[in-house]
């Protein structure tokens, strides 16, 4: 799989795509242009990574256990490939942070990596994005499907290691008010807080799932 990098220094922001995106959508939409100027003076990284949505989540003639294995490969490649591979950039360096991001599909993405492994980044950045994974699986049902749904698992989470580092974590959830998903958003942050997990629940006024508002969206909160 690719991906692309933006920026030397600071601390790095790793980028999921839309669904089925590819690795060099942040920039074909405006929004690496509209980070520019916090790259330039070296305090965001940008790190854009490949998806495998049309194999995992999307690929509607395959098993759904088939297609969480697929996923659960994917995520694999993340944590043992992408993430040393950003740390082995700046061994030592001062400032190791890593936040999660991504808008729509990209934003379930970003959540459940951060949720599933607290202790591998720091931030997490959800924009527009839904929680529930059961739509992709027509029905199916096991003990995959619901680690890998933030809106089943974290409701379930009492090993106090795990919630520490939730709550540790900066997390932001950002959507509009008619976003079709704007209620899974809403049910996320609070399942977070009956954790005692802080997180910012930024609900903008109107529907708001698209490029131009993703970029106001993503250059606030980043």
């Known amino acids: 799989m690719e ?16 669904s089925m995106g590819r690795f060099y959508e942040f920039e074909d939409h405006g929004m690496v ?4 100027p916090a790259i330039e003076r070296g ?3 940008l790190v854009c990574v490949d ?6 989540w999307y690929h509607w003639t ?6 969480l294995q697929r996923h659960l490969q994917y995520e694999g490649y993340l944590l043992e490939e992408v993430l040393p591979l950003i740390r082995s950039w700046n061994p030592g360096a001062p400032d190791q942070r890593i936040t ?14 951060a949720l599933r492994h607290p202790g591998a980044v720091n931030r997490m950045l959800a924009v527009s994005g839904k929680y529930d994974n059961s739509n992709f699986l027509d029905g199916f049902s ?4 619901y680690l890998t749904n933030p809106l089943a698992f974290v409701p379930g989470l009492f090993d106090e290691s795990i919630l520490q580092a939730l709550r540790a974590m900066q997390i932001v959830i950002v959507t509009g008010s008619t976003d079709p998903h704007v209620e899974e958003a809403r049910q996320l942050s609070s399942i977070l807080w009956e954790k005692h997990v802080p997180n910012s629940l930024d609900i903008w006024d109107g529907w ?14 980043l």
Not at 62 to 67: E, G, L, N, V
Not at 208 to 221: G, N, S
């Open 51 to 56: 998806s495998v949505d049309a194999e995992s």
């Open 62 to 67: 395959a098993h759904p256990y088939d297609r």
């Open 100 to 113: 999660t991001l991504g808008c729509s599909l990209g934003a379930f993405h970003a959540a459940l990596l």
């Open 43 to 45: 305090s965001l990284r």
């Open 208 to 221: 708001m799932h698209d490029w131009p508002y993703w970029q106001a969206m993503v250059t606030k909160h």
């Open 142 to 145: 096991d003990q995959t499907s």
């Open 33 to 36: 242009n509209c980070l520019a």
């Open 3 to 18: 991906l692309l990098a933006y920026g030397h220094d600071g601390p790095t922001t790793l980028v999921f795509p839309t």
